[in-house]
């Protein structure tokens, strides 16, 4: 296996730029039942004008240059390119930390985020908070390009993201991650604890051992897990069919540009803390970049078929064995999963920072950034130097 590390400049070409816009204008939309809103999915009318707009005056030249302001680089792991976003520090003392996306999400989760981590003086902070910033596309996502065999899961992912922090000269980092991201980083807590000053994630997970599983729990506590519970019942159709028959709807979001928009944008407007209106937290150009990146590596397939394996073969190491490094919980009122601390401390033996945030959902680094970076500084002054 060759470790190489080649740079990598994001260059879409012109005719697949233009192909998507004679896509997305021969679209053809579903009715709607008057006044359902969002209630069915997707509203089509909000998707049709994201469409519209995506065709006619959203200008993806301007996002990838914004993109490609990052030093960007592919590496060959376990026989997949894996893509990362390299932003080094100028203070070569800098913290490393590695940072994971999940799904619908990509790199572009994090664009509001790095600059103020690798240049802290010029955004509220101090030399001492910097960090040197590694950032990969999730094999089988974006720019890594689409996995190759099966079983390339989280634990998989774990092990090739500790790889690449070791093949970058990193003897000591922080992993941080939300969604997917997080199941990552829960898993490098435990295959490469000995080369972390510790971890960090915004979706932490737990389990009760206690015969009520309520027991101690406050009222907070069990309303988080009663809704919880509906979101079990009525927002994991999507599960369901990543985990079973991925393929069959890839066929669909891999050849409509206007079905992937619905498909993810449904779960930016469900899962941010938006009140039902998504561009009073992200604008329009911020959703469809994201969506671009999907569709441009023509990765939405392969990226939903981490669901398959995941469902199909679980192999999540932090819970068969406790997660002992030092680890931060950033918790938002509207993340999907909100597990009591309690149960949490039955995987993380070692929670050094849990702090509750007002407002954020699923997307913590896109929704609210700045809390995000203070979180981040507060965190590796705990772990870095302990």
Not at 6 to 17: A, G, K, L, S, V
């Amino acid at each position: 296996m060759s470790k190489a590390i080649r740079e990598f400049t994001i260059n879409i070409p012109d005719q697949d730029i233009q192909d998507l816009k004679q896509r997305l204008q021969q679209t053809r939309w579903p009715d709607q039942i008057p006044g359902t809103d969002w209630r069915y999915g997707a509203k089509t009318e909000y998707i049709q004008q994201l469409c519209e707009y995506w065709a006619n005056e959203y200008d993806w030249s301007k996002h990838e240059a914004e993109l490609n302001r990052y030093s960007q680089f592919i590496t060959e792991i376990d026989g997949h390119d894996i893509h990362f976003i390299h932003a080094r520090s100028k203070h070569d003392n800098a913290t490393p930390m590695i940072i994971s996306h999940g799904w619908p999400g990509t790199i572009v989760e994090f664009l509001k985020i790095i600059d103020p981590l690798i240049d802290p003086e010029a955004h509220g902070g101090k030399a001492e908070d910097a960090f040197h910033i590694v950032c990969p596309s999730l094999p089988g996502y974006g720019f890594s390009g689409t996995t190759k065999r099966e079983q390339i899961d989280t634990l998989t992912m774990a092990e090739m993201f500790a790889e690449l922090m070791s093949r970058l000269g990193y003897a000591k980092y922080i992993a941080q991650g939300g969604d997917w991201g997080a199941i990552i980083t829960s898993n490098i807590g435990v295959v490469d604890a000995d080369h972390l000053y510790g971890i960090h994630v915004n979706m932490p997970f737990g389990y009760p051992l206690t015969e009520d599983p309520n027991e101690g729990l406050t009222p907070a506590e069990l309303e988080d897990l009663a809704d919880m519970a509906k979101f079990d019942a009525m927002e994991t159709g999507y599960q369901k069919i990543q985990g079973t028959k991925p393929q069959t709807l890839g066929v669909g979001l891999n050849d409509s540009p206007a079905g992937l928009c619905a498909w993810i944008t449904e779960k930016f407007y469900t899962w941010m803390d938006c009140d039902g209106d998504i561009e009073s937290v992200l604008d329009k150009d911020e959703l469809l970049t994201n969506i671009s990146v999907y569709w441009f590596t023509q990765s939405i397939c392969s990226s939903t078929r981490l669901y398959y394996e995941v469902t199909q073969n679980t192999r999540l190491k932090f819970l068969e064995q406790q997660v002992t490094v030092p680890v931060g919980v950033a918790r938002y009122p509207k993340e999907v999963m909100r597990y009591p601390r309690k149960w949490c401390e039955n995987v993380y033996t070692d929670i050094v920072q849990w702090r509750s945030f007002e407002k954020g959902g699923h997307f913590a680094a896109m929704e609210r950034p700045t809390e995000f970076v203070s979180e981040i500084r507060d965190f590796a002054a705990k772990v870095v130097n302990r």
